[in-house]
């Protein structure tokens, strides 16, 4: 039910998803939402929670990889960012990103369970571009987790702001490259 929940949030938003249509879209009873969750607000935070473990453990396995194939330095960052797998980029993981940003917004119990999967993401995210930076030889014109903070809103705002207007979110993630370039340098 957690890897199906965000398409339904996509559609229908947090609250506006039913649990038959939540319970329809995983090949479960109502029964066995009740028995897994307490509310549709907890589900959502644990399929973004699922995300957020994906999106480590992908940079985890894949980092190396990507800074060993010879891609552009730019294009390895652009990975990073864009979700590592375009899981970010898929609609209704961006769709369930923006709905739990805004009940973190109204509700305090959703921004204290939010912060530390949030703060994970982030930290990876850091990780792997200082490791990038390591690599190459660069340093950083402002401390690593602004960068990552700056790179990951900027991207995540174009994102959401293409998808809004019925786009498909590609071409969001042009923004990537100039801003590790200005807040980079040679060492």
Wanted: proline residues 3%; aromatic residues 8%; negative net charge.
């Amino acid at each position: 039910m957690i890897r199906s929940a965000p398409a339904v949030f996509a559609r229908q938003g947090i609250d506006g998803a039913s649990v038959s249509d939540l319970c329809a879209a995983a090949g479960f009873t109502r029964g066995a939402f009740y028995s897994n969750f307490e509310s549709k607000r907890e589900l959502a935070i644990l399929a973004f929670e699922d995300l957020a473990t994906q999106l480590v453990d992908t940079l985890g396995t894949e980092l190396d990889h990507w800074l060993g194939s010879g891609l552009d330095v730019e294009d390895v960052v652009t990975r990073i960012i864009e979700g590592v797998t375009d899981q970010v980029a898929n609609v209704n993981q961006q769709a369930l990103r923006v709905e739990l940003s805004l009940a973190a917004f109204r509700f305090p119990e959703v921004r204290q369970q939010m912060a530390p999967i949030r703060a994970r993401v982030y930290h990876a995210i850091e990780q792997a571009l200082v490791r990038v930076a390591q690599t190459q030889r660069l340093e950083f014109l402002v401390s690593p987790g602004d960068v990552a903070r700056m790179l990951l809103t900027s991207y995540s705002g174009q994102l959401a702001d293409h998808m809004a207007m019925g786009g498909s979110g590609h071409g969001a993630q042009q923004v990537i490259p100039t801003m590790w370039l200005a807040f980079t340098r040679p060492a």
